[in-house]
């Protein structure tokens, strides 16, 4: 059997990490993915995509992510079933997350919260533009000491 999900989209909300009593990190969050069908004006239709990750790829959304964050995921799809408060019984389907891949910078001219690279981003300059605009020095990266683990993704 084969259960796989691979998405392409946009975080809808700023993400908010809580912590299961076990201690792992657990985020939930919808990613807005735009379809392949079309409305009658010609606009792509939007799925709206409830997605569940936990332990690193919560800690690394958390860290490098907000609202209008692109990002690209695998996963599965689960479904659970629970009580609402009315009594009735609701059908929930989602993705766990099983990978995440950081793909662009955030489309406002908000600065993040958090900026893990140091570069300033008033105008939404994105890596292109800032290695264009800064490459009269040239950096030795085999020179850098950096461990897999301290690798964000």
């Given at each position: 059997?084969?259960?796989?999900?691979?998405?392409?989209?946009?975080?809808?909300?700023?993400?908010?990490?809580?912590?299961?009593?076990?201690?792992?990190?657990?985020?939930?969050?919808?990613?807005?993915?735009?379809?392949?069908?079309?409305?009658?004006?010609?606009?792509?239709?939007?799925n709206w995509i409830p997605c569940i990750a936990f332990g690193r790829n919560a800690e690394?959304?958390?860290?490098?992510?907000?609202?209008?964050?692109?990002?690209?995921?695998?996963?599965?799809?689960?479904?659970?079933?629970?009580?609402?408060?009315?009594?009735?019984?609701?059908?929930?389907?989602?993705?766990?997350?099983?990978?995440?891949?950081?793909?662009?910078?955030?489309?406002?001219?908000?600065?993040?919260?958090?900026?893990?690279?140091?570069?300033?981003?008033?105008?939404?300059?994105?890596?292109?533009?800032?290695?264009q605009s800064n490459n009269s020095e040239e950096v030795d990266y085999s020179q850098m000491?950096?461990?897999?683990?301290?690798?964000?993704?």
């Amino acid at each position: 059997m084969i259960n796989r999900v691979v998405l392409l989209g946009r975080i809808t909300k700023n993400i908010e990490m809580k912590t299961a009593p076990s201690g792992t990190q657990i985020v939930a969050f919808t990613l807005a993915v735009d379809g392949t069908r079309k409305d009658g004006e010609g606009n792509r239709i939007t799925n709206w995509i409830p997605c569940i990750a936990f332990g690193r790829n919560a800690e690394t959304l958390n860290r490098y992510c907000a609202k209008g964050s692109q990002v690209a995921l695998e996963g599965a799809l689960q479904t659970r079933r629970y009580e609402r408060r009315d009594g009735t019984t609701a059908t929930v389907v989602e993705v766990i997350v099983q990978t995440v891949t950081l793909c662009g910078s955030k489309p406002t001219n908000q600065p993040r919260n958090e900026d893990p690279f140091g570069i300033s981003q008033d105008n939404n300059v994105g890596f292109d533009d800032f290695n264009q605009s800064n490459n009269s020095e040239e950096v030795d990266y085999s020179q850098m000491d950096l461990a897999d683990d301290d690798l964000p993704f």
